[in-house]
């Protein structure tokens, strides 16, 4: 679980600091663009620190992670609808959306085993 946390953290990271400047150079963002951006970056890194909070007694965390997992297939359905009505993105965001809603789902498998196994 700590280790599928590392890529999006930085990518959150990296959003907060530089804004979309960290994906490329794109020609000319908007500063409301930049704005939503560092703001949604923030949301996202928030979020993963929730995520990281479960690690311990991870057993015990099974609530906490299915609301953090729901809001993440929801951002995974954005992502997806984007591929579909405006074009395929960079394998990054491909990488993000088979985590978003693939490997979350087996995340979340695994956490309710553990809770069956080692939970109260």
Do not use: N
Not at 34 to 52: E, I, K, N, P, T
Not at 87 to 110: A, D, F, K, M, N
């Amino acid at each position: 679980m700590a280790i599928t946390l590392l890529l999006p953290l930085s990518a959150a990271l990296s959003g907060v600091i530089s804004g979309p400047g960290f994906l490329g150079r794109p020609p000319l963002v908007p500063t409301d663009l930049d704005s939503h951006f560092r703001y949604m970056s923030g949301v996202f890194l928030g979020m993963l620190l929730l995520f990281a909070s479960c690690i311990p007694r991870v057993e015990h965390k099974g609530a906490r992670l299915r609301m953090l997992g729901a809001v993440v297939v929801l951002g995974g359905v954005a992502r997806l609808w984007s591929l579909v009505s405006v074009g395929v993105p960079s394998i990054g965001h491909q990488v993000g959306l088979g985590i978003e809603l693939v490997e979350l789902q087996l995340l979340l498998l695994w956490q309710s085993r553990i809770s069956r196994r080692f939970g109260s």
